[in-house]
Structures are given as structure tokens and as C-alpha cells.
């Protein structure tokens, strides 16, 4: 069975630094894209950037680049989004997901809660 | 940026059919996808390649596209299939991906 399985829930102080991550499990975690998402609270999807595990290629989102960075480590099948500095505004749910062919992201993670707060 | 407009809100009763549309100007290159979001859920795929059902997704949803616009249709809607609705495409260089901000379904 395919899985994406996320790190837990994170509370961090603004200004601190964070890693969070997606470990790929039930199939071959070198083949496919995988992308990260953000919903802040009461709000939409707003796609961040994607990565090839394979050769590490990664887009970002023009919103997005430049104030995340994304990472994979294809020997243990995981993705990471990490953040060097973190803002309140990053305070956001953020799920990571399988791009299955073109662009559709057919398989989801459940979703890392990051709460940034002094 | 390239963006997709969908409206905030549509409410239909039990039985009806609700449409929820999705713009774009790149829609004619690029296929949409549509996602079914509960509370407290992560997003689930409900229609792939503009009309595309995976397999697990019931009859009543469907998908069709007609020039810059993509129509999600949910046939015989029941209490269940209340929820947050997004598009989702790519821009026409097929660089960025995007959704759109959004559709909230109230089955009243």
C-alpha cells in the first residue's frame, strides 16, 4: 500500500529554525515526484514546490522560493521542508503528496500542523 | 502569476445536482484536477485529466472542460459530499502548479 507518512505536530518560536518530513513507503519513493502544500488556518491550498528524489530536481512555487527549502534523502524514502527562520505567518498546515503522472498529486500525506508563536 | 478562480461557495439540496466551475487561461493546454477536502481531512483526488474518476471515487461526480473553464458535477448530492472543493492545473509552460482558492458545498 502506498503511503506517505508525516512528521508530528511542531510549535516553534518565531526566528527558530525547522525541518519537517514526509517518508514515502509501498512503492518505489525514487520515481516520483513528491510536492508540499500549505493551508494556513481557514484557508485554501497554496502549492510551495515539488522535488525529484530521484536527482533531487526541485521547482518552487514564486511565492514560495526563497523562503523554504526543499530536500529529499532517497536512501531512507523521505522529503523534508525545512525553514531557516520562521515567521507567525508560516503558522499553517503543510501536507506533502505523491505526483502520480502530469500534475496530479493523487496521493497525500496526513499533514504536519507547524504553529509558530512567541 | 497564473491563478485559478473558482467561486467561494455553492449550496444545493439533497438530490440536486451542484456545479462548481474553475478559470483559467491555461486550461485549454492543461488538464484540471479536483479535490474533495473535509474538516479536519487531508484533500482527496475525486477527478483527474479534466474528467478522469479514480477508481474508488462514486458515479456521481464527473468532470468536463469547454475552453478556459473546468466543471466539477456532483449528480444526486448527498449530506456527505458537503465539503471544500479545489481546482488544481498547471500553468501553460507547465513549470508551476496551482489550485484555486477554493469552492465551500453546503448541502442545505
Known amino acids: 500500500e502506498v503511503q506517505l507518512v508525516q512528521s508530528g505536530a511542531e510549535v516553534k518560536k518565531p526566528g527558530e529554525s525547522l525541518k519537517i518530513s514526509c517518508k514515502g513507503s509501498?512503492?518505489?519513493?525514487?520515481?516520483?515526484?513528491i510536492g508540499w502544500v500549505r493551508q494556513m488556518p481557514g484557508k485554501g491550498l497554496e502549492w510551495m514546490g515539488i522535488?525529484?528524489?530521484?536527482?533531487?530536481?526541485?521547482r518552487y512555487s514564486p511565492s514560495f522560493q526563497g523562503q523554504v527549502t526543499i530536500s529529499a534523502d532517497k536512501s531512507i524514502s523521505t522529503a523534508y521542508l525545512q525553514w531557516s527562520s520562521l515567521k507567525a505567518s508560516d503558522t499553517a498546515m503543510y501536507y506533502c503528496?505523491?505526483?502520480?503522472?502530469?500534475?496530479?498529486?493523487?496521493?497525500w500525506g496526513q499533514g504536519t500542523l507547524v504553529t509558530v508563536s512567541s | 502569476s497564473y491563478e485559478l478562480t473558482q467561486p467561494p461557495s455553492v449550496s444545493v439540496s439533497p438530490g440536486q445536482t451542484a456545479r462548481i466551475t474553475c478559470s483559467g487561461d491555461?486550461?485549454?493546454?492543461?488538464?484540471a484536477y479536483w479535490y474533495q477536502q473535509k474538516p479536519g481531512q487531508a484533500p482527496v483526488l475525486v477527478i483527474y485529466?479534466?474528467?478522469e474518476r479514480p477508481s474508488g471515487i462514486p458515479e456521481r461526480f464527473s468532470g468536463s472542460s469547454s475552453g478556459t473553464t473546468v466543471t466539477l458535477t456532483i449528480s444526486g448530492v448527498q449530506a456527505e459530499d458537503e465539503a471544500d472543493y479545489y481546482c488544481?492545473?498547471?500553468?501553460?509552460?507547465?513549470?508551476?502548479?496551482?489550485f484555486g482558492g477554493g469552492t465551500k458545498l453546503t448541502v442545505l
Open positions: 503528496a505523491r505526483r502520480d503522472g502530469d500534475y496530479v498529486l493523487g496521493r
Open positions: 509501498g512503492y518505489s519513493f525514487t520515481s516520483y515526484w
Open positions: 522535488i525529484y528524489p530521484g536527482d533531487s530536481d526541485t
Open positions: 491555461a486550461l485549454p493546454k492543461q488538464y
Open positions: 485529466k479534466d474528467s
Open positions: 488544481q492545473s498547471a500553468d501553460s509552460s507547465g513549470t508551476y502548479m496551482v
